[in-house]
């Protein structure tokens, strides 16, 4: 048995999800992490693979008839057992609109019982320009209100926001402020801003515009 391939350009590999020693050695990593001094663990895109040939995906160490949601639920079982500090994860954004369960693994209803944190990934250019007109504070606003309503008031929801240009109509500090703005307005506690190359001149214009 070899790692699944697949995702984008064919460049993520995966190791069995279902696997003991995949739950034990990333709960490990994270109690090491923990020691070191960090304040919070995130386990970032915690999920089943979406992208690529899936259906050639097979899963040498499941058993039964385990769902997705439920080996995830059973991952972060572990972690909580074993950590003290706040642990956070991340899913897709769409998770607020559609029950995603076990397509990847994201249950919002398993999730908040194991964490304090979840990170809804909210880049707007990535609905596509038919959802809700591609319209930023729009998809923040109720998309973070969608996702404070299935927390049921367990974990802080604190959003990704898109700090980056990719398909953003129109990029700049107004697409910024857009998305703030609905984040707050939806009852987010807070966001992290992402760009993938750490250019965050456009994301610090703002904040400067915003504290005039």
């Known amino acids: 048995k070899r790692p699944w391939v697949g995702g984008h350009n064919m460049e993520e590999h995966w190791v069995d999800p279902y696997s003991p020693f995949?739950?034990?050695?990333?709960a490990a990593i994270a109690v090491e992490l923990q020691g070191l001094g960090f304040d919070e663990i995130q386990f970032d895109?915690?999920?089943f693979p979406t992208d690529g040939p899936i259906n050639n995906c097979e899963y040498r160490f499941k058993k039964d008839d385990t769902?997705?949601?439920?080996?995830?639920?059973a991952f972060?079982?572990?972690?909580?057992?074993?950590?003290?500090?706040?642990?956070?994860?991340?899913?897709?954004?769409?998770n607020g609109w559609y029950?995603?369960?076990?397509?990847?693994?994201?249950?919002?209803?398993l999730l908040r019982r194991h964490v304090d944190v979840v990170c809804p990934m909210f880049y707007p250019s990535h609905f596509g320009v038919s959802f809700m007109g591609q319209d930023a504070y729009r998809i923040l606003l109720e998309g973070t209100r969608r996702n404070v309503w299935l927390a049921g008031g367990r974990v802080l929801i604190r959003p990704y926001l898109q700090a980056f240009?990719?398909?953003?109509?129109?990029?700049?500090?107004?697409?910024?402020?857009?998305?703030r703005r609905g984040t707050l307005e939806g009852g987010g506690d807070g966001w992290t801003w992402w760009n993938m190359l750490g250019d965050y001149r456009v994301t610090l214009q703002a904040e400067r515009e915003h504290r005039q």
């Open 67 to 73: 769902g997705k949601s439920q080996v995830l639920d």
């Open 99 to 109: 029950r995603m369960g076990d397509k990847q693994g994201q249950d919002m209803r």
């Open 165 to 179: 240009s990719l398909m953003a109509r129109p990029w700049g500090t107004g697409y910024i402020h857009a998305q």
């Open 76 to 94: 972060l079982t572990l972690a909580r057992s074993k950590l003290t500090v706040p642990i956070s994860v991340d899913i897709y954004g769409f």
């Open 45 to 47: 895109y915690i999920r």
């Open 22 to 26: 995949v739950h034990e050695y990333n």
